[in-house]
């Protein structure tokens, strides 16, 4: 259907460009100025309607975008916030005439209502009324009726049933005890871990990894004295903000009227900060320098084997970027600069100064005045929307176009012109008249060829 939609778009377009209504660039041709562009290169198709904030692309099954970042649709995950979401597939997307093999993991919500799949079976639910969750949120399964009034957890054979929530709560199967928040409340789970509290956030005791080399145990009495110590580690603090302590095996790090005065030092990593004037951290692999963050200057640096990383910002929107998806740097909101591989876009102005895939794409070019593209030895520029366009492959091979109204260029070493796209056009071999292309006397050159 959506091939029918293009067909019906382009073809009005499709012999000759016509500014702002259609023309290319790099490959890609594009409607209306910024509005809509189309690309379809190596049995892919990408395509993009910037009024709706619309994106599609053919690969991975087709990937959609609308009213973008709200909407999207993708094999694996759906979704139009706040009002829907799916994720995962079915068994019938897999083997539909298997039996034997169980149904993927799957969800769907629809506003307060919800469904899905799991390998412990289905679920579904109206919130707040009544339902049941498997493999959710981090727990082995969920259910509640007419929260908050009665709901359950449930992971690893420790249950939690709640009344009233968050009021009262009783812990049963792997973990015994029960709360009453916020004035008291005690957990255990024998021989691994334990805990209670006593007018929460206020008092809290907590025993875990009793069943290890390393138990740890912890205190707090807030904000006079909080504690946590094991055989490896110790923390300690005295009326927070006002003073913490912490050392392990490798480092030691004092914290006074924190974030104000902070000190670390120990075998592989030392540092220092005076916010919000200077701060200084190094270890083996990282360091990291901010110079009054984040009004004014924030560096770091890191090493993965032998390849250097780099991260530098300077009033908290330029920045320069040198890591594993390229360099990237923005002087906002005059320029940015992003290259990949042998892949590297200059745009002005950089309104939006944020590096993402969806938002290069989509949203950036709405404002993009002046686009540079440069792809392995081509190199492409396009000022207000292909107002005005300079191509070039190599000295051989480049075209310079005025909207509509006049374009030059050169190709295997022939420089020729047109005017009113091909209305009238000349070069060595041939004369273009009313779009008919003739053959010039003693040209060499097959009358059908339009170049």
Known sequence: MWKIVLLIIFFPCALQAFWPVYWEFGGEKRLFGPLVSYKQENNETSLTIRPFLFSYDSNEGGVYNYLYPLGRSARDKSYFLPFYLSKGTSKSDNAASDENIPPQPSDTSFLLFFNGTSSKGGYGGLFPFYGKLYDRFGKDEMGFFMWPL?????????KKTNLFWPFISVYSGTEKGFKFWPLFGTKQQEGIKKSSFFLWPIFYKEENYLDSDDPTEKFYAVPFYLSSKSK???EHMIMFPLYSYSKDQYREKTKI??????????DDMSGYGIFPLVSS??????????ILWPVLYNQSEWFIKERRYTKKRVLLLNRYVDDEDGIFFNIWPIFEHNEQREHTDVIMPSILPVRSPDIDRIVKPLFTILEHRTEGNKSMTSFFYGLVTREDENDDNWKIRFAFLFELKKKSGKVGYEIFSGLFGINKSRVKILFIPFKRKNSGTDINNTE
């Open 150 to 158: 009665y709901s359950y957890t449930e992971t690893e054979g420790a």
């Open 232 to 234: 490896t580690k110790n």
């Open 257 to 266: 009227l924190w974030p104000v005065f902070s000190f670390t030092k120990g």
């Open 281 to 290: 951290e190094t270890r083996e692999d990282y360091t990291t320098l901010s």
